[in-house]
């Protein structure tokens, strides 16, 4: 297995796409050998730049991004692409318009695209998109961009592993619009208005001025409003502009490590958790799961002091 | 402590607000007793039913939640409702939406609505407001409702903690609304249109109707279709009667013991996960852990091997 594990890692890094794609699917299935695989890739990643995008339903996120890798194509950057559909959890795989996407851009080696949705794990979404990105990372792309659907907390969890946030706002999103910027305020570093040419951009801005004025970040950065029409390719120059721009902040300020750093404070704890769930589960069977939760749903048993239990005797075998 | 704790849940059964609020923010920021608070409310619970609603932003969930409230109210039923944000991180409390909600109910202490945000916490906000909806079931609340903002995994986590889900769309919801659906059509036991006046309305249930013909349920039902307009309460009494025959469903068909136990399977294993974590936690500084996330930021040390080193030496102390 070792042996074979680092062949892997030799023709990923030698940038086979066909080894990437089954290292990808290692990793997200959590097939015998991801952990290695992993452990191996870890030193060979940390140079690419990863890039977030998130925005509600309708906001045109996929054109976007497929705007932006475009234009980072015709700078001769090679460029990674992992499309986040939490939305599906039952459904594995790419949904049929990724497919279509990653088929136009077949003919180009230079763009990888490929789609998640949740598939129940346990692992959690942000921890399996974390650990693709490394693969990604590890095999040399220049530029990962993690898109993902939405604006509920999983969302801000896998664009926090971004260096850099993009929100996508669009005109005319109804009443709970101030909600959703109130809420993802603080993990934009860019704003985006795209479809800007419908009525109500004006509008959008002028909200996110207003919350802008409310807080302020604690990093000293403002935040800039790109409008564009990624459909039009309109604005895709100011966008990739914006996102130079506050890179070079980050490193000007020292606060790329920082950032990272908190960063993996999360991760480790949160991979700590799943490390210790394993080997909980290796302590009870699904049977006595089974057994337990129906105790529990008949009201015969408090799941409260049933958990203390078994923690407390976790490990002691 | 234990003394106390029997006096709160005392005055919790005979009805008592304030202290329904206090035990309700004690659980949510895991304060001092929140356990032992659990553990003598538990056997209380389980009386009451639980309906979960979600949508997609801006799909007006907030005015239906309000509107079943009234209906409910009418025949006499004490409502309780849990309004979750989880687009807001950062921001502890209740929104200015829901303050004002809040207002509008004062008068009548029949129905109490609690508002939660995430606040980071690694128990996770489905299992928060699981508690949550513990202390309230067990306070003798009739119906409870939850109601969440998005369609992600999270929200996904949180209405299946509900007998009862209802999915709310709205017409003329972009290109996005058939990935939304697709993802949650499994976990939608009632489909409400609402703004169902406005253009479009026939085309989501077109949507809605071609989604149902490609995936049959395990458990035999057909979701029904119903359509609202809720700011001018239409269509209200329809839904309470489709959440009736819903239930009834369940009843006859014996299903409602099997959802419960299925969903005590997947909380146990979050508590599990959870008490485990708090368990690691003690064996980490967060000294120690800002070390570590340090020295994995600067790629001086792989995470992987990390975690697989902590978590071996988990529990043996």
Not at 3 to 15: K, P
Not at 63 to 80: H, I, S
């Amino acid at each position: 297995m070792e042996l074979n594990i680092q062949r892997w890692i030799d023709q990923l890094r030698a940038g086979d796409v066909r080894t990437l794609a089954r290292a990808i699917s290692m990793v997200e299935n959590r097939g015998p050998g991801w952990s290695e695989l992993l452990k191996g890739l870890f030193p060979h990643s940390g140079k690419a730049r990863v890039l977030g995008l998130t925005g509600p339903p309708g906001a045109g996120k996929s054109t976007l991004v497929d705007q932006l890798a475009r234009f980072y194509r015709k700078e001769n950057r090679t460029v990674g692409i992992i499309a986040v559909d939490p939305t599906s959890p039952y459904t594995g795989g790419a949904i049929l318009g990724d497919r279509i996407r990653m088929q136009e851009h077949f003919s180009d080696p230079g763009i990888y695209i490929r789609s998640m949705a949740t598939r129940g794990s346990l692992g959690g979404l942000a921890r399996t998109t974390a650990d693709v990105t490394t693969v990604l990372d590890a095999s040399g792309r220049d530029l990962i961009m993690i898109e993902t659907v939405g604006v509920g907390q999983d969302e801000v969890d896998i664009v926090r592993l971004a260096e850099v946030t993009i929100l996508i706002l669009v005109p005319g999103m109804g009443d709970d619009v101030q909600t959703i910027k109130a809420g993802i305020m603080e993990i934009a570093d860019i704003f985006v208005i795209n479809k800007s040419d419908r009525d109500g951009a004006e509008n959008v801005e002028r909200e996110i001025r207003t919350l802008q004025s409310l807080a302020i970040r604690s990093d000293g950065w403002t935040p800039p409003i790109v409008k564009t029409v990624a459909s039009e390719g309109t604005g895709i120059a100011e966008l990739a502009d914006a996102v130079s721009k506050y890179e070079m902040y980050l490193k000007e300020k020292n606060l790329a490590l920082n950032k990272s750093v908190e960063n993996w404070q999360k991760r480790l704890s949160e991979m700590l958790r799943d490390a210790l769930l394993e080997k909980a589960r290796g302590q009870i069977t699904d049977g006595n799961l089974a057994r337990y939760a129906a105790e529990v749903a008949e009201h015969k048993r408090d799941p409260y002091t049933l958990v203390e239990e078994i923690a407390a005797n976790a490990g002691k075998s």
